[in-house]
Every structure is written in structure tokens, then in C-alpha cells.
């Protein structure tokens, strides 16, 4: 049972905008620790998408945006490619820093 | 290039060991926190352990407290983990992950990922 708590799953059509959840709590989120969002393509590690609620690595494209409010987060996929059918994670910590990740949600494009 | 290569997974029995070794290049090792993070079949990403910059720290998931032992050795860039009394829910992939912060006290974000390791627990 993750602490961290996100949709199993969402979908939509190329080209449509699709928004995942994540919801903690005050002990890790609410507690100011920053959320950070990871991609997890098949049969591939996974790879850093979102660090710092909303900052992008180099060579994420701009269709990636993460946001954070409260004891929630948010990463959102504007302009839906297929090729980002994936699972994704959030990430955060709790205040022993013990890194705590969300049970992750399945991206199908339509 | 940055690059982390994991190795040592395989097949062991309920109550076996295994250790896992991940090596480290093309960065400054002994700068950054470094974790074990593994993905069961059919489950999501869960966090294992990570261990500070000098190895001082090092915390880990309930599941494994008492069984795993992270550690490292910086002059050989090497990350390890120790498991004892394997359980069949340790069957998984685990990866070496890297911090994306050097020189922090704190971990944060894992950055940089090996390609993961094999572990099947089963009789």
C-alpha cells in the first residue's frame, strides 16, 4: 500500500491533454518535500521526467509539465503522442528521508 | 557518458543471499546519494535503500529492515546490496539509481538509472 496515492490508469487520444494525480499527505508532500515524476516506457528503466515539482531535465520535451499544491501533485501531458505509453511515477520523501513513490499509473493513447 | 551497470541478480531460494553490485562511471561517484529501487512483476517502482555520499547514512524500507544492507565503496564506484533471508516477494528488478544533486545532504531526485538486475526468489 503506497503512501502516495495515484490514478491506476488514464487515457486519451493523440493530440488530447491528460493530467495524472498524486495525492499525499502532510507527512511527506504536505510537509514541503519537493515531488519529483518518473517515466517508465516497457521493458526500459525508468527515466526522470519532472524533478522539483515542475523543473524538466534536459532533453524533456516542453508536453511534460509538473505542478504542486498542498498535499498534491500533478503531471500533466499536453499534445499526446504514442509514444508516450507508459507508467508513471511521482516521487517524494517522508520526514525520516525515506523516499516514498507513488503505485504509478498506466498512460494508453487511444 | 554517465552510466550505471548492476549485476549479480539470479535465481535463489527462499532463506538464500545474494549480493548486488552496481558500478558507477563517468561522473564524480563519491559526490552523490545512490539508491536500490526495484519493480516486482505486475507491481510498481518501490524504493529499497539509499546511502549517503561517504556511506555515514543509510536508510531502507520497512520490508527489507534487518535483511538488506546497502553500501559502497567510492574507490572502486561502487554501489552494493546485500540480501539475506530472501523472501519470494523480493522477486524482482532491481535498479542502482543516482541523486541528480551532487554534493547534497539530502537525497532527492534519482537521475541517472542502470539498466537493472534479475532477482528470483523461488525454490
Known amino acids: 500500500q503506497s503512501v502516495l496515492t495515484q490514478p491506476p490508469s488514464v487515457s486519451g487520444a493523440p493530440g488530447q491533454r491528460v493530467t495524472i494525480s498524486c495525492t499525499g499527505s502532510r507527512s511527506n508532500i504536505g510537509a514541503g518535500y519537493d515531488v519529483h515524476w518518473y517515466q517508465q516506457l516497457p521493458g526500459t528503466a525508468p527515466k526522470l521526467l519532472i524533478y522539483g515539482n515542475i523543473n524538466r531535465p534536459s532533453g524533456v520535451p516542453d508536453r511534460f509539465s509538473g505542478s504542486k499544491s498542498g498535499t498534491s501533485a500533478s503531471l500533466a501531458i499536453t499534445g499526446l503522442q504514442a509514444e508516450d505509453e507508459a507508467d508513471y511515477y511521482c516521487?517524494?520523501?517522508?520526514?525520516?528521508?525515506?523516499?516514498?513513490f507513488g503505485p504509478g499509473t498506466k498512460v494508453t493513447v487511444l | 557518458e554517465v552510466q550505471l551497470v548492476e549485476s549479480g541478480g539470479g535465481l535463489v531460494q527462499p532463506g538464500g543471499s545474494l549480493r548486488l553490485s552496481c558500478v558507477g562511471s563517468?561522473?564524480?561517484?563519491?559526490?552523490?546519494?545512490m539508491s536500490w529501487v526495484r519493480r516486482a512483476p505486475g507491481k510498481g517502482l518501490e524504493w529499497v535503500a539509499n546511502i549517503k555520499l561517504d556511506g555515514s547514512e543509510t536508510k531502507y524500507v520497512d520490508s527489507v529492515k534487518g535483511r538488506f544492507t546497502i553500501s559502497r565503496d567510492n574507490a572502486e564506484n561502487s554501489l552494493y546490496l546485500q540480501m539475506n533471508s530472501l523472501r519470494a516477494e523480493d522477486t524482482a528488478v532491481y535498479y542502482c539509481?543516482?541523486?541528480?544533486?551532487?554534493?547534497?545532504?539530502?537525497?532527492?531526485?534519482?537521475?541517472?538509472w542502470g539498466q537493472g538486475t534479475t532477482v528470483t526468489v523461488s525454490s
Open positions: 516521487q517524494s520523501y517522508d520526514s525520516s528521508l525515506s523516499a516514498v
Open positions: 539509481a543516482r541523486d541528480r544533486r551532487s554534493w547534497h545532504p539530502n537525497p532527492y531526485a534519482m537521475a541517472v
Open positions: 563517468g561522473f564524480t561517484f563519491s559526490s552523490y546519494w
